[in-house]
């Protein structure tokens, strides 16, 4: 777990007046799990849209992203996968659950359909989500749960090298989230996948990820290894944060990666 995936080298990113990201500078390393964290608007989603090269055409952007592990800008899909707060937006109510887990398949790793839709269903039995006939139901049939491992199988269906998660168990409730944080960190460990992880919620990272980066008002606070952030904040934004926050004090979601 030492070889660097991305580089990130004073990253601006701009919307018109609105300044979202200032000089950040930051390294991925391939196959740990990164979370960035930040109250709404300190620029965590567009630090997430700038990696997958998804910024809207107006945002001004300066400053550099190399990715020295692919040797290429990433193909959204390909070389990395999304997931997204709402999967009731992500996915599309018009398809299968097994042909939208299929398609990503399809068309990125070349597989005919046949063989697509059997990744489809190993796919969607990996994120528990499988009894035959769940191949045919639509998005709208499922749960807010089942609708996220739904567009998690479909952001990895194509074997992608990193995995984005951004705010992706916000809109779950706690049980639910849990149980989406617990896979998250069995598919990319068992994967070999780099995760970043989006979130505003600082206990729920620090139960599982390697590293976390604050963000405030655009800027990069602090990253670090998780331990050693909560132990000594170097700001003193990160030690409101966790001061702050009780669930800190309670039990990790995973409770081995701690102990
Ligand atoms: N497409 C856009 N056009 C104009 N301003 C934008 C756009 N996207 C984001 N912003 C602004 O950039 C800043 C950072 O937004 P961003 O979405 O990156 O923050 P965030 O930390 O992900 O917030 P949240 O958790 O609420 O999604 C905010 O002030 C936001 O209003």
């Known amino acids: 777990m030492t070889a660097l995936f991305c580089c990130v080298k004073g990253l601006s990113v701009r919307y018109e007046q609105e300044t979202a990201l200032k000089s950040i500078d930051l390294d991925l390393v391939g196959g740990e799990r990164l979370a960035i964290i930040g109250e709404s ?131 779950l409730d706690v049980v639910v989230q849990a149980e989406i944080v617990g896979l998250l960190d069995s598919l990319v460990r068992e994967e070999g996948m780099t995760l970043l992880f989006i979130t505003h919620d600082i206990a729920l990272a620090s139960g599982f990820v390697d590293r976390v980066a604050v963000f405030r008002g655009g800027a990069l606070l602090e990253a670090g290894p998780v331990r050693s952030v909560l132990s000594s904040p170097a700001n003193s934004y990160t030690a409101a944060l966790i001061a702050n926050h009780r669930d800190l004090s309670t039990p990790p979601l995973i409770a081995e990666v701690m102990s």
Do not use: C
């Open 41 to 171: 608007g300190s620029g965590k989603s567009t630090l997430a849209r700038a990696l997958a090269g998804l910024l809207p055409v107006q945002a001004r952007i300066e400053g550099n992203i190399s990715w020295p592990a692919l040797g290429h800008a990433p193909l959204p899909g390909r070389d990395f996968g999304f997931v997204f707060q709402d999967p009731g937006t992500s996915l599309n109510p018009m398809l299968t659950i097994g042909e939208q887990v299929a398609e990503g398949a399809r068309r990125h790793l070349g597989l005919g359909w046949r063989q697509a839709y059997a990744r489809a269903e190993e796919l969607l039995e990996r994120v528990s989500l499988l009894q035959p006939t769940n191949m045919r139901a639509f998005p709208h049939q499922l749960s807010g749960g089942q609708r996220q491992r739904v567009a998690i199988a479909a952001a990895i269906a194509a074997r992608p090298a990193l995995l984005i998660a951004d705010e992706a168990t916000s809109a």
